[in-house]
């Protein structure tokens, strides 16, 4: 029996398009035989739906869903907008994203749990809704938050049914307050999330390469002078940065006037209890995806067999 090796697993998924764990599954199934696995992804349907894999999908829908201190985020790709409105494919996500509370939140994970009702994977089942409606899908994303005590807030935009829309947040908040004050002032947040798009929850959360690179454009705007002042310059520019792209320190888009620290320290009365925000999850569907640009008359050309 062959060691079925990441490589090979990579080698059977690109002749076959299909998915990263139905490859290893059809590998350790077959002995690592190549061509054996290749017909059992077929003979499981799961080859035909993989021949759509190569098409980009930009479109489709984010999940949230929440369950006492646990919460996911869950994105689904397809690739059009008019399958975000397929009932079927709204079935499915909001299935997947409640699968996916019980496991550890990985896109693996949620890929080769079981799909309830029937005795098929989240995987699998995604597979059979590629042949039904005809385009290519995919699991992109999932991401799972926790508190031991509070609420993991969430918000939806552009929504299209409920937990399921274009952007999905998430904001996690710990204390031993009022859940429904916390719940209200965790929804302003998460819309803050939202509109805003923070990149990280506080400064320590900022990757050093990004600060790096800010600080070296600030430099470089101010070459000529003296170095202390360019120091200064930069350190103050750095500050400013933070202000920008970190979720405590960005100005409220419901109060300019406080900062997100600020508005959850003066909450802490009224909640009862000290609050602490100790994570956030934004995903904006397609963020990232490369879309290809297309000649919409061309294509109806082509289809009328006039190109």
């Known amino acids: 029996m062959a060691a079925i090796t990441a490589g090979l697993v990579k080698e059977l998924r690109d002749k076959t398009g299909a998915g990263m764990m139905d490859c290893k599954v059809a590998l350790t199934e077959t002995a690592g035989d190549i061509e054996a696995a290749i017909d059992w992804l077929r003979k499981k349907g799961l080859a035909k739906a993989a021949k759509k894999a190569g098409r980009v999908a930009a479109e489709g829908l984010v999940a949230v869903e929440s369950s006492g201190h646990y919460a996911i985020a869950l994105e689904v790709n397809a690739e059009t907008d008019f399958v975000a409105r397929n009932t079927d494919f709204q079935a499915f996500v909001r299935e997947a994203a409640k699968v996916a509370l019980n496991t550890d939140g990985s896109v693996e994970a949620v890929a080769a749990a079981h799909f309830p009702g029937e005795s098929v994977t989240v995987q699998e089942k995604l597979a059979s809704l590629i042949a ?9 994303r999932s991401v799972k938050l926790e508190v031991s005590a509070g609420v993991i ?3 939806v935009h552009g929504a299209v049914a409920d937990g399921l829309g274009r952007i999905g ?4 908040l710990e204390s031993e307050g009022n859940v429904d004050k916390l719940s209200t002032l965790g929804r302003q947040i998460a819309m803050h999330v939202a509109a805003l798009n923070p990149t990280a929850l506080d400064a320590a959360g900022v990757p050093a390469e990004t600060i790096a690179r800010e600080k070296a454009i600030l430099l470089e ?7 202390n002042v360019q120091d200064k310059i930069a350190e103050s520019g750095i500050k ?21 620290a600020q508005v959850l320290k003066e909450n802490e009365g009224a909640v009862g209890a000290p609050i602490k925000l100790t994570g956030f ?3 904006a569907l397609g963020e990232g ?3 290809e640009e297309t000649d919409f008359a ?7 067999g006039q190109s």
């Open 298 to 304: 061309a294509e109806v050309a082509a289809a009328a």
């Open 169 to 172: 947040v998430l904001v996690a």
């Open 240 to 260: 400013t940065f933070f202000k920008e792209v970190t979720l405590l320190e960005q100005p409220f888009v419901h109060d300019g006037s406080k900062s997100v």
């Open 153 to 155: 807030a969430s918000y």
């Open 289 to 291: 995806i490369e879309k």
């Open 221 to 227: 705007k101010h070459q000529g002078k003296p170095a």
């Open 281 to 283: 999850v934004r995903y």
């Open 132 to 140: 039904t409606i005809g385009e290519n899908m995919n699991l992109r």
